[in-house]
């Protein structure tokens, strides 16, 4: 369901109109013949309740400081917090979900055909259906809802690109399917080359042809160039990182209007070093440097590509943060969806991975606006594919349903470029 958004909470966002005991006074108003024993009687009863729940309150956060929000139920259309800011100037890794089961889902995986088959948890099986209906509502601030209609509208003419690992290709699909929701002819939203959704293409490309735009995503897991190992290296190594040069198809990326990018799931042990991946500067091998370093050097060859040859006068460029798992063991192989949200993060909410990307980026000439999504993907560990997937064998705790949280990483999307923008939907 997606319901409409006022534009106006892109300027500044709503604030709560607090209307504490208003019912105590409001009875009286307009009439001439209150008898100030009775309102005093209603004041002091009103305060005497609200004594009460101020201090059960207390008590019940005391006991519980981890816990979801007291109130948890369905968010009305237009709630925010009381103490409201921009979007672009609110730290929105601080909040909490909160279910909102009258807006969420915000599509149906099975009218979209760009959803790969292995994230649609339901039709492979998934019974439940409590994970899709959850809300991240930040501390100060809300996340305005989001509109296909407006989008669309905004994407007109434009050209959109993600550029990443399988991470980023969800978001893509996420996306592609939110929009969906707002177009009347379906048979108008198709795939470029008339391709399948698959995890080997390393390019896939959708068009909207009745609003004249294309949502692109380019696979491209490191961001800088992979290729062969020179020559005379060890036997070992199969394969190399060329840490100071950008990916062999980053000329296909430039002149985008909006460019999202990710990384950090492939920079592991198992999948570098156990693969048979090293590390290259120029000619020379780096067998014993560091992941992390490697990947801060990386990222460095990135944010150079970019302040180089984006346009900031016509490109608006994301870049999003490590996105949590929640694998039961170090091993991967022992996968355990709950059945809501964690009361508390255990320490995913924060990520080394996530802080080079955010150090990088401050360091940018060229503006990048970071996706903040970390810490809000700490808690939902019921929200991965699990043994839901093309391959039920195989447990997946690193990748998420859809519907599901990529669509919370597109809903502050949205409210990003809207921030700026504002268009009449």
Not at 135 to 142: H, L, S, T, V
Not at 300 to 307: F, P
Not at 348 to 356: A, C, F, L, Y
Not at 392 to 398: G, N
Request: net charge positive.
């Amino acid at each position: 369901m997606v319901n409409g958004s006022d534009l106006s909470a892109f300027g500044h966002l709503r604030r709560f109109n607090i209307r504490v005991f208003s019912f105590g006074s409001s009875i009286f108003v307009g009439s001439k013949n209150s008898s100030p024993s009775l309102y005093r009687f209603f004041g002091a009863g009103s305060l005497l309740s609200f004594l009460f729940l101020l201090a059960a309150s207390c008590a019940y956060l005391y006991l519980h400081p981890d816990s979801q929000p007291l109130f948890s139920g369905s968010a009305a259309v237009g709630d925010s917090p009381s103490s409201s800011v921009p979007i672009v100037e609110c730290n929105i890794t601080v909040g909490k979900w909160a279910k909102d089961a009258s807006y969420y889902p915000l599509y149906n995986a099975s009218d979209c055909p760009f959803v790969e088959h292995g994230f649609d948890c339901l039709a492979n099986g998934r019974k439940d259906g409590g994970y899709l209906k959850w809300r991240w509502r930040p501390k100060n601030c809300e996340i305005p809802r989001f509109n296909a209609q407006t989008l669309l509208e905004y994407f007109r003419g434009k050209r959109v690109v993600f550029v990443g690992d399988s991470l980023s290709r969800t978001q893509w699909e996420s996306l592609i399917c939110m929009l969906m929701s707002g177009v009347e002819d379906k048979k108008t939203v198709y795939e470029v080359n008339g391709n399948q959704i698959t995890k080997q293409i390393r390019f896939l490309g959708v068009r909207f042809s009745s609003h004249n735009f294309t949502i692109e995503f380019y696979r491209s897991v490191f961001l800088v160039l992979y290729g062969p190992p020179p020559r005379r290296a060890p036997k070992r190594v199969q394969s190399t990182l060329s840490l100071d040069q950008m990916d062999d198809g980053c000329k296909e990326w430039i002149g985008a209007d909006v460019l999202i990018f990710n990384t950090g799931h492939w920079w592991t042990k198992t999948k570098l070093f156990e693969m048979g991946t090293y590390f290259q500067m120029g000619r020379s091998l780096k067998l014993g440097m560091p992941i992390a370093v490697a990947l801060k050097l990386a990222l460095d060859t990135w944010a150079s590509w970019v302040d180089s040859v984006v346009n900031p006068n016509k490109t608006r460029v994301f870049f999003r943060t490590f996105e949590s798992s929640h694998w039961s063991d170090g091993t991967r192989n022992k996968c355990k969806v709950s059945p809501h949200p964690m009361p508390r993060t255990k320490g995913r909410e924060r990520s080394p991975i996530s802080d080079t990307i955010m150090k990088v980026v401050r360091n940018m000439s060229v503006p990048v606006m970071p996706l903040p999504v970390t810490s809000m993907g700490a808690y939902r560990s019921d929200a991965h594919v699990g043994r839901w997937s093309d391959n039920p064998s195989v447990p997946d705790c690193s990748h998420w349903c859809l519907p599901g949280l990529p669509d919370t990483w597109n809903e502050v999307l949205f409210s990003y470029l809207l921030e700026k923008d504002v268009v009449s939907p």
